[in-house]
């Protein structure tokens, strides 16, 4: 009885869309009714409850990405189901292409020890580590020995200085950093960004295929073309941001300050703004490529900068002015951002 119900109910969609297909054009109409006659073959399946096939994932997930108008034709699932079907073939992909090899040897428990006794007795880390083993005759890498370091007990008042540190001179502060974001055929683009901590103004930001130290010092000089109004730059401990980063940083007119390691909070406001862009841009949509995902982070950083306003200080990182009801007839009207995603309001006359 439900499955007839739906199908009904999918009847009288279509009836309704075929109303407002007089005012499409032939190759759209073309789309909708392909659409539409999809998920009817799905209905009517002979089973108590119409059941997805792969091939039926696999043509959503075609049709977002070829035709912008899907959504308005989807009625079988919701279209953030599209998007999550995308993101489970990213993740079957990269299970299929991992499988796990022999791997390096396994290193000796006198090894490990001596590992954990050269940390502890000189506060070494890993980089250090592995110098004195090579003298030694041992060759070990640096993600091994970064496994069997012992964990540092955080200081508290050393939290406490660079938590004092920040707040004291957020208005000259900046942050950089990386993060990923995966296309639709499986390929990893990196997106770099700079913010200010003061005001939580991305002041720059660029998407590439092949992230290398040369690439990030030119961004640095786009980001930075005349003497910088900040004194500081906090960086990880990634390998990108090398010797020859913090030199270019340094001729830039500002101090480079690497966090600790394993210390993301050090560098909070540039995390934060990653965990935005994830959760109101990134999770939404299927990238398509370089250049996709270049536009799309171009319009989240001008609502983002410009509109959004931001909890911890209140307003937009650009400034956003108030604005009062002009007249009793005004009403409020919402404009779309980022494609839809958001929505800024406004006071408009009443027509």
């Known amino acids: 009885m439900a499955a007839m119900v739906r199908v009904v109910l999918t009847l009288w969609v279509s009836i309704l869309r075929s109303t407002a297909a007089l005012f499409r054009s032939r190759q759209d109409q073309a789309i909708v009714e392909l659409a539409l006659r999809q998920q009817l073959a799905i209905y009517a ?3 108590p ?5 792969p091939l039926d994932r696999a043509f959503w997930v075609a049709l977002s990405r070829l035709w912008p108008r899907w959504r308005i034709v989807l009625a079988i699932v919701q279209p953030e189901t599209v998007v999550r079907w995308q993101k489970r073939r990213f993740r079957a992909y990269w299970r299929s292409i991992s499988t796990p090899g022999p791997g390096r040897p396994p290193i000796s428990e006198e090894t490990k020890a001596l590992i954990v006794r050269m ?3 000189n506060r070494w880390r890993a980089w250090k580590i592995r ?6 005759g041992l060759q070990v890498s640096l993600s091994t020995i970064s496994r069997y370091l012992p964990k540092v007990q955080p200081d508290p008042g050393g939290q406490q ?3 004092t540190f920040l707040r004291n001179h957020r ?3 900046t942050g950089m950093d990386f993060f990923v974001v995966p296309t639709v055929r499986f390929q990893l683009l990196y997106a770099w960004f700079v913010i200010d901590h003061g005001r939580r103004r991305i002041l720059h930001f660029n998407v590439t ?20 109004a900040h004194r500081f730059l906090i960086l990880d401990n990634d390998a990108i941001f090398s010797d020859q980063v913090a030199r270019s940083i340094t001729s830039l007119g500002l101090v480079p300050k690497p966090t600790a390691f394993r210390s993301p909070w050090q560098n909070g406001t540039a995390e934060r703004f990653v965990g935005s862009v994830r959760r109101e841009l990134l999770d939404h949509v299927v990238v398509l490529g370089e250049d996709h995902l270049r536009r799309l982070l171009r319009e989240y950083v001008d609502y983002y900068n410009a509109e959004r306003v931001h909890t911890a200080i ?12 002009p007249s009793a007839g005004a009403q409020i009207v919402a404009l779309r951002r980022v494609g839809g995603l958001h929505h800024r309001y406004v006071w408009r006359h009443a027509a």
């Open 45 to 47: 399946r002979r089973q």
């Open 131 to 136: 110098g004195e083993l090579s003298k030694l």
């Open 314 to 325: 209140g307003d937009a990182p650009e400034g956003r002015k108030s604005e009062s009801r």
């Open 49 to 53: 409850r119409p059941r997805i096939a």
């Open 161 to 163: 200085r660079w938590t």
């Open 209 to 228: 295929e092949s992230p290398a130290a040369c690439w990030v010092i030119q961004q640095l000089r786009d980001a930075f073309p005349n003497e910088p």
């Open 171 to 173: 208005d000259l502060i």
């Open 119 to 121: 940390a502890t007795e």
